[in-house]
């Protein structure tokens, strides 16, 4: 059987209308998860991308295999096999159009082939397109060897910052103007250490630099003050994406290929609007970060199912190897999906509770459990937000009440079990100091704290 892992950089399930959102931006996507198994509660066990990426492609959690920032410095545990290699030792034809492999030695492993995302040079892989992902994706899979089973890896970014849709994409999901005065949601960010370098006019080689001013000058204003316009340019984005996502998957279809190939859709993590405070980015252990899409299919079934249960993204590793027909190592910690995927339900599932963590921006760890997480910090975060945090999050969804005060009793025991499983899980791995706090923050983290504590905001 042939496998397809296709990755929705940044995307946050709350933003897929299979998963309920309020805005048509994934017709296709959804048309593709009415006829498939969609995990509706899978989490990240770390964030934002590398250590995503890591525990997705070996079943193995940031605790165990190290790398718990993006950027960071750290080197992988050595005794972690990569998915694509033992797909490869399998006799699959591991190919692969993303920029992972360029980002660190372990992305490489395991790659037979290794397919340019884009034609050209492309400096910045948040800029790459679905278009451009799709000119490499689909002459690759109506070229491919009939007679050799394969298993492809693709990674778009178009949700990713920054949100440049194509022009004709702009106002489909806004129809106001952008630079009310008395919609005031966006100005906020101006005291934010960030904005010096996201309304930055200056011209700059750096994508990042300036993206907000770009896009109020793209509309034809002097500067954008509803948020919400930049969440539609988040949207369309996506939208713009699932057309793409369509094109493909009606090249399978129509080639035949999805008789024998089993196909499954995922993301690294999510992103925040600006609900805490984090304006269009993705840091902040919040469930908008943490949620994350997971909705597969096998070959030749049909029928749609939501599964409720809880999964990771470790589990992927996993569920891939044993649709190959293969076993995972013993040192993977995930659990296979294909149960579900055929119909029924394992025994002994693990409960809802997730511990998970990140390194990048901010350095802490949360536990989510019993419908509370309670977010804990390693050290002072730039934002200034509290050592604590904990949300009740059936009556807060958003995780905007901290309840660290009012439920101190529910505070105080979930954070006696937080650094429980922290400290069991450290003498599991061998190892004896806590990662976060042995790596400390990523040097792309510990730039922007010397850049901020700089800045006039500080």
Not at 14 to 32: A, E, I, Q, S, W
Not at 70 to 97: F, Q, R
């Amino acid at each position: 059987m042939n496998i397809i892992l296709i990755s929705l950089d940044t995307l946050s399930a709350n933003h897929v209308g299979y998963y309920g959102y309020r805005r048509n931006t994934t017709p296709n996507l959804d048309k593709f998860a009415k006829g498939a198994i969609t995990f509706e509660n899978c989490f990240a066990p770390g964030i934002p991308t590398q250590p995503s990426y890591t525990t997705a492609l070996s079943g193995r959690v940031p605790l165990d295999h190290g790398i718990v920032a993006h950027g960071g410095t750290a080197d992988i545990k050595s005794d972690v096999v990569m998915l694509p290699e033992l797909l490869a030792n399998d006799g699959y034809h591991t190919a692969c159009i993303s920029a992972l492999p360029g980002m660190k030695s372990w992305f490489k492993r395991g790659w037979k082939e290794e397919i340019p995302p884009a034609k050209g040079k492309q400096e910045y892989a948040q800029m790459v397109t679905a278009e451009q992902i799709n000119g490499s994706a689909i002459p690759w899979l109506n070229n491919r060897k009939l007679d050799e089973k394969f298993f492809l890896f693709l990674h778009y970014w178009d949700v990713h910052t920054p949100y440049f849709a194509p022009m004709e994409y702009r106002h489909k999901f806004y129809s106001g103007k952008p630079d009310n005065p008395d919609l005031t949601s966006f100005l906020p960010f101006e005291s934010q250490p960030f904005a010096q370098w996201w309304l930055n006019k200056t011209k700059s080689g750096d994508v990042f630099t300036g993206w907000i001013a770009r896009l109020a000058s793209e509309a034809g204003i002097e500067k954008i003050t509803d948020a919400e316009y930049i969440v539609s340019q988040y949207d369309a984005e996506l939208f713009y994406l699932d057309e793409y996502i369509g094109e493909l998957l009606d090249m399978i279809r129509q080639t035949g290929l999805d008789d024998d190939t089993f196909i499954m859709f995922m993301s690294d993590h999510g992103e925040e609007m600006y609900e805490h405070g984090i304006f269009f980015d993705h840091h902040g252990l919040y469930d908008a970060n943490i949620h994350t899409p997971l909705i597969a299919k096998l070959p030749n079934k049909s029928e749609g199912q939501l599964i409720a249960n809880h999964v990771r993204h470790e589990d992927i590793a996993v569920t891939i190897l044993d649709i190959a027909g293969l076993k995972a190592t013993p040192e993977m910690e995930g659990k296979s999906l294909l149960p579900f995927m055929q119909g029924d339900t394992p025994k002994n599932w693990r409960d809802d509770s997730l511990l998970t963590e990140e390194n990048s921006w901010m350095s802490k760890w949360a536990l989510r459990k019993d419908g509370f997480k309670l977010i804990k910090a390693r050290a002072k975060d730039w934002h200034n937000f509290p050592p604590r945090e904990l949300y009740h999050l059936p009556s807060d969804p958003k995780e905007m009440n901290n309840l660290v005060e009012a439920e101190s009793i529910i505070a105080d025991e979930m954070d006696k079990e937080l650094e429980a499983r922290v400290s069991e899980s450290l003498k599991r791995y061998g190892r004896t100091i806590d990662p976060i706090v042995e790596q400390g923050l990523s040097p792309m983290g510990q730039q922007a704290w010397e850049w901020i504590k700089k800045s006039k905001y500080w």
